[in-house]
């Protein structure tokens, strides 16, 4: 079974400031994980994935995360934050055979101007 | 191309009644899911489909819920007798298979409210 924990359910920073969201995952399995991002009335859209083939991943607007086994985190950064980037964000994992993604609880990441 | 669509966007309902919620996934997407997110929380699993069958219906939270696809293609979740704690976003999605590092790409979603 696989599960994921995302610490803190609001992150407010200032506009140019490092965006900082974490994810720790459970696994019994070797893992892919997933951030997502929802917009208010809007889908769920895929920011970036992580499918074992490099720790660093790198996404859209200026999004990346690292796989970190020791640490069993996947935490997601962005070195200056944005006002298009306030939205919630999940993190999902799932196990090789790759059917149902389990989410966390999401993080709502705010920006001050 | 059109994204995953999902109708109606909206539903209200009331407690006891019958409703059912239409995806219809990308085209020449084999694999479709639905989740249901409730309000503060990440969206929860429901069922997969592989083509026609389900693959996996181990999220449904009770036999009131039911979900086909036919075709493999439209799928469409029935839910009776309808509970206020059904009130949720249901969630749906698609992806070229059933492979973990394929992306799943999500519909809008609909918002029922059981009154």
């Known amino acids: 079974a696989q599960s994921v924990t995302q610490l803190g359910s609001h992150v407010s920073v200032s506009e140019g400031a490092l965006v900082l969201l974490r994810c720790n995952y459970s696994s019994s399995v070797p893992p892919y994980l997933f951030w997502y991002v929802q917009y208010p009335n809007q889908g769920l859209q895929l920011l970036l994935k992580y499918t074992s083939a490099a720790t660093l991943v790198k996404g859209i607007n200026g999004f990346e995360a690292e796989f970190k086994k020791s640490e069993t985190s996947f935490h997601l950064t962005k070195p200056s934050a944005h006002m298009s980037d306030a939205a919630e964000y999940f993190c999902?994992?799932?196990?090789?055979?790759?059917?149902?993604?389990?989410f966390g609880t999401g993080t709502r990441l705010a920006v001050r101007p | 191309g059109a994204g995953v669509s999902q109708t109606p966007s909206n539903k209200v309902t009331e407690k006891g009644k019958y409703v059912e919620l239409r995806c219809d996934p990308i085209?020449?997407?084999?694999?479709l899911y639905w989740y249901r997110q409730s309000l503060g929380q990440g969206p929860e699993f429901l069922i997969y489909?592989?083509?026609?069958?389900?693959?996996?219906d181990s999220g449904l939270p009770n036999d009131r819920f039911f979900a086909v696809r036919p075709e493999g293609s439209v799928s469409t979740l029935k839910i009776q007798r309808t509970e206020r704690g059904d009130s949720a976003v249901y969630l749906c999605?698609?992806?070229?298979?059933?492979?973990?590092?394929?992306?799943?790409?999500f519909g809008p979603g609909t918002r029922l409210t059981v009154l």
């Open positions: 489909f592989q083509g026609t069958g389900a693959a996996d």
């Open positions: 085209s020449g997407h084999t694999a």
């Open positions: 999902a994992v799932t196990g090789s055979s790759g059917d149902k993604l389990t």
């Open positions: 999605a698609s992806s070229l298979s059933g492979t973990g590092v394929t992306e799943q790409f």
